[in-house]
Nanobody
Framework: QVQPVESGGGLVQAGGSLRLSCAASGRTFRNYAMGWFRQAPGKEREFAAA????????DYVASVKGRFTISRDNAKNTVYLQMNNLKPEDTAVYYC?????????????WGQGTLVTVSS
């Protein structure tokens, strides 16, 4: 099991940038696809981005494609989400999790998440 700890959230103006980090435990981290999810106020948690275990393959939900970049450093057991040109609708708690590489369904228990607030 991978235990994620998310960080890097904060308050930013529309058009700004943030970089989220997800530190995950587990000696076999590099074997797992990882994903970022987000939950906006009053809405269900949704998939945002995913990356393969070797970092070669990435995928994004349409609403963030071209603005967000997911990456990973397997030597540090860390996954990142670079978020550029942020919009107020990106306001949410962001979570990372191990994901099924075929469905992007989350596999492990959720961490605390990190709050991103984008002001207009």
């Amino acid at each position: 099991q991978v235990q994620p700890v998310e960080s890097g959230g904060g308050l930013v103006q529309a058009g700004g940038s943030l970089r989220l980090s997800c530190a995950a435990s587990g000696r076999t981290f590099r074997n797992y696809a990882m994903g970022w999810f987000r939950q906006a106020p009053g809405k269900e948690r949704e998939f945002a981005a995913a990356i393969s275990g070797d970092g070669v393959t990435t995928d994004y939900v349409a609403s963030v494609k071209g603005r967000f970049t997911i990456s990973r450093d397997n030597a540090k057991n860390t996954v990142y989400l670079q978020m550029n040109n942020l919009k107020p609708e990106d306001t949410a708690v962001y979570y990372c999790n191990r994901v099924s590489p075929l469905t992007y369904n989350a596999v492990d228990a959720w961490g605390q998440g990190t709050l991103v607030t984008v002001s207009s």
